[in-house]
């Protein structure tokens, strides 16, 4: 997804979605010798608190400054995390997609049409 396509509720969703993903890695500590899952702390390494806080300011400036840390943020992001976030938001790239897929949304070339 190009970057230029956000505004900020779309920013907005992508930004909560982000959290969750982010939350839901987990990685292995010892604590008092003893090995423990612990919940993922790279959203709050990112600020990601901030960055919805302003998405969510009545303030216009404010929410255009989210977005625009949501892009900056976006393009650091790994491929595989962007994937994940895309796909639980439900969003593709028809493009993207199989011959087959009906979301596709394409047309066969020289269906029923004779020359």
Do not use: H, I, N
């Given at each position: 997804m190009q970057t230029d396509t956000f505004d900020t509720q779309t920013a907005l969703l992508a930004a909560r979605t982000l959290d969750r993903v982010l939350a839901s890695r987990t990685h292995r500590k010892k604590v008092l010798g003893r090995e423990v899952l612990v919940a993922g702390q790279l959203g709050a390494a990112l600020q990601l608190p901030t960055l919805l806080?302003?998405?969510?300011?009545?303030?216009a400036r404010q929410r255009e400054q989210g977005r625009e840390d949501f892009i900056a943020l976006w393009a650091t992001l790994s491929e595989t995390t962007r994937r994940k976030v895309l796909h639980e938001l439900g969003w593709y790239d028809p493009k993207a997609l199989d011959w087959e897929d009906k979301r596709s949304n394409r047309r066969v070339l020289g269906g029923d049409q004779e020359d």
């Open positions: 806080r302003r998405l969510q300011s009545k303030q």
